[in-house]
């Protein structure tokens, strides 16, 4: 078990934990993200799928967004999930946490979310199943929001619905600006 540092806000300089086998952002590429987020994050609904140990979740809450939904269906990770959400909001304030499967939770929400981040298993084809139908994805963001979704430079998405690509270690961050 690792540990990862929250870069910025509240929360900064607290540690949350990340298992093992994770790939998480480093310091620097999760700072570029959040800059490129910076005139969005404040009071912002926010969802998190693929959650894992909720370091972009918690990052966001710590930078003063609203509201987190995290989804995540590993049982473990879900364990890891919650204690690392009570290791920074004991009261849970803010904070959901929803255990489904990606794919099914984006086919029946009806919430609309200010900033989506979308960071599946690399190699496994989730991103590119997620895109199979772009329009249920894009459905829950906000006419003002962002859409983050973060692939193995392997699995360059079939469909362009991007406008902007960042390179960062193994992986690719497409990014989708929605037009009001």
Do not use: W
Not at 147 to 156: D, I, S, V, Y
């Amino acid at each position: 078990m690792g540990q990862i540092r929250i870069i910025a806000g509240e929360f900064k300089g607290r540690y949350i934990k990340v298992p093992g086998c994770a790939r998480p952002l480093e310091a620097k590429d999760r700072k570029r993200i959040f800059d490129l987020l910076a005139g969005y994050i404040r009071d912002a609904d926010v969802l998190d799928l693929f959650a894992g140990s909720g370091s972009f979740g918690i990052e966001a809450l710590s930078r003063g967004a609203k509201n987190v939904t995290f989804v995540e269906t590993n049982r473990n990770a879900l364990v890891l999930l919650k204690k690392n959400c009570l290791s920074v909001k004991p009261d849970l304030c803010g904070v959901n946490i929803v255990k489904e499967d990606a794919l099914r939770f984006i086919q029946r929400d009806k919430n609309k979310y200010d900033i989506i981040f979308v960071d599946p298993p690399f190699l496994k084809g989730l991103g590119t199943r997620i895109l199979q139908d772009p329009s249920k994805i894009l459905s829950l963001l906000h006419s003002h929001g962002i859409l983050l979704l973060r692939l193995h430079k392997k699995e360059a998405p079939a469909e362009s619905i991007f406008s902007r690509e960042i390179k960062l270690g193994d992986g690719i961050l497409y990014i989708h600006y929605a037009q009001p």
